[in-house]
T-cell receptor, first 119, second 118 residues
Framework: AQTVTQSQPEMSVQEAETVTLSCTYDTSESDYYLFWYKQPPSRQMILVIRQEAYKQQNATENRFSVNFQKAAKSFSLKISDSQLGDAAMYFCAYRSAPHYGGSQGNLIFGKGTKLSVKP | GAGVSQSPSNKVTEKGKDVELRCDPISGHTALYWYRQSLGQGLEFLIYFQGNSAPDKSGLPSDRFSAERTGGSVSTLTIQRTQQEDSAVYLC????????????????FGEGSRLTVL
């Protein structure tokens, strides 16, 4: 079974600075998706960024980028120029890629990292 | 709206009562998921529906929990004889399924139903 580990329960960053959130995972599959979701106090989960395992290039979405190390099974999130609105819980998640004849299965989450942004 | 809709937003009930939580997924999404999130915790998978296949119920914590999905769309999560430990936010999500064109693997979440059992 796949597992996702986030080793930092809480992180803090100064506004305008850069912060990196860690995530490692365990799987025997070769093709899969990885995600970072953000959950603000409103509690709705919002997709921040996604990575397909077969793509070597690291995904980037504006101030958010990932460092995907497939061999090391590591998927860290870097937030540049941190803003007050970035304060939230961040969840790393894994999902199998779709394939013929089988269920894709659910999204497997880490326990989350609570990010605080100091003005 | 175009997103996943959940109701009620908040529910307070007495221990021992039954509750029903509703989820209306994004139109066209064949996959639907229920997760539970206890205060300050991560997301615990409960159940997963994919098209007409038998649901994956492996995450349901006890036989007091059940869910159905009627007509491949709306889903209802039922908790019978509620206990205080059932207090949590129940999140529903939907996605395109399997090899559907445009399937990026992403789940789209509703805002959740907060259940408080007194």
């Amino acid at each position: 079974a796949q597992t996702v580990t986030q080793s930092q329960p809480e992180m803090s960053v100064q506004e305008a600075e850069t912060v990196t959130l860690s995530c490692t995972y365990d799987t025997s599959e070769s093709d899969y998706y990885l995600f970072w979701y953000k959950q603000p106090p409103s509690r709705q989960m919002i997709l921040v960024i996604r990575q397909e395992a077969y793509k070597q290039q690291n995904a980037t979405e504006n101030r958010f980028s990932v460092n995907f190390q497939k061999a090391a099974k590591s998927f860290s999130l870097k937030i540049s120029d941190s803003q007050l609105g970035d304060a939230a819980m961040y969840f790393c998640a894994y999902r199998s890629a779709p394939h013929y004849g089988g269920s894709q299965g659910n999204l497997i989450f880490g326990k989350g990292t609570k990010l605080s942004v100091k003005p | 709206g175009a997103g996943v809709s959940q109701s009620p937003s908040n529910k307070v009930t007495e221990k021992g009562k039954d509750v029903e939580l509703r989820c209306d997924p994004i139109s066209g999404h064949t996959a639907l998921y229920w997760y539970r999130q206890s205060l300050g915790q991560g997301l615990e998978f409960l159940i997963y529906f994919q098209g007409n296949s038998a649901p994956d119920k492996s995450g349901l914590p006890s036989d007091r929990f059940s869910a159905e999905r009627t007509g491949g769309s709306v889903s209802t999560l039922t908790i019978q004889r509620t206990q205080q430990e059932d207090s949590a936010v129940y999140l529903c999500a939907s996605s395109l399924g399997g090899l559907a064109g445009g399937n990026t693997g992403e789940l789209f979440f509703g805002e959740g139903s907060r259940l408080t059992v007194l």
